[in-house]
């Protein structure tokens, strides 16, 4: 059922394995380094077809020097920051508290309460596109940061309720039961026994809403328009009629705008990984 590990396997396929390891890698970070190499070369090594050669000159900061003071890229991080941050903030905390209900207490209906939240997971955003845009105008939000906040904090807390829930239902029960019986109010057994025990999970599903939230395109070009709201994902192709076919203006504001979960998946990794592999040995 499982494939056998590396170790056991024979010298030959381990040497095989050892040398395709690089190659795939190489081939999986090419579109990057791509990125990266345009993002400091002059406009005319792209009018002269230099795509894949050494830079005729090094431009890297006057390429970054234009993203930052000649277009709205500021703009745009500003308005990621205030959508992705609020929205990993409220989708956890609904969804720690919705997987605590659902996850200790047992009552009728838990079940079908737990399948609506999944079922909303397996809708696909193509077909909400219309009236999700409808309600929001409806409701005066569309072109508004909180209007997207509202929307991904409604459209995440389905997945994060699912993480939640089954990590929840496997912490030790005993310790819930323990502290019922010295009295202990159930919205304190959530915050001094539940969250403590919940840190690795918290920390690993934030790094992934955020990375979710920060690289959303679709519903922000739904959503919004012009920079007032506008995530970098959908600001950045601002670059197209601001400087035309400025690729490597296009590249710097891409490698910008991709920093940002990076940096917090670095930040986070030592907890993203005791998140994401607890539990998975006795």
């Known amino acids: 059922m499982f494939p056998t590990p590396i170790e056991k396997r ?6 095989t394995y050892q040398a395709f390891l690089p190659i795939a890698l190489i081939v999986w970070l090419l579109p990057l380094i791509a990125v990266a190499m ?44 205030f959508i992705t941050l609020p929205t990993v903030v409220g989708a ?23 399948f609506m939240f999944i079922a909303g997971n397996f809708v696909p955003f193509q077909i909400l596109m219309v009236p999700v845009r409808d309600l929001t105008i409806s409701l005066g939000m569309y072109d508004s940061i909180s209007g997207l906040i ?7 807390t389905g997945f ?9 239902r ?18 304190r057994i959530f915050v001094y026994v539940v969250l403590p025990l919940m840190k690795p999970a918290l920390a690993a599903l ?4 955020f990375t979710f939230i920060w690289n959303d395109y679709f519903w922000a070009v739904v959503l919004t328009q012009g920079p007032n709201a506008q995530p970098v994902t959908a600001g950045i192709t601002e670059f197209n009629s601001q400087f035309r076919a400025a690729y490597h203006l296009m590249s710097a504001g891409s490698i910008v705008a991709a920093l940002p979960p990076v940096a917090m998946f670095f930040l986070m990794q030592k907890h993203f990984i005791a998140g994401l592999t607890l539990g998975a040995v006795k």
């Open 38 to 81: 345009f993002s400091i070369k002059p406009a005319a090594d792209f009018a002269n077809g230099n795509y894949w050669g050494l830079p005729s000159s090094f431009e890297g900061f006057t390429n970054y020097g234009k993203v930052f003071l000649e277009s709205n890229m500021p703009r745009y991080l500003l308005n990621s920051m």
């Open 170 to 187: 496997a912490l030790p029960f005993a310790l819930i039961e323990a502290a019922r019986v010295e009295g202990v109010s159930e919205w």
């Open 160 to 168: 994060c309720t699912l993480f939640m829930r089954n990590f929840i």
């Open 10 to 15: 024979s010298r030959s396929w381990q040497l």
């Open 92 to 114: 956890i905390t609904l969804s720690c508290m919705a997987g605590f209900a659902l996850g200790i207490y047992r009552f009728k209906g838990n079940l079908i309460i737990f």
């Open 206 to 209: 934030s790094v992934l809403i």
């Open 150 to 156: 509202l929307f991904h904090v409604a459209f995440q």
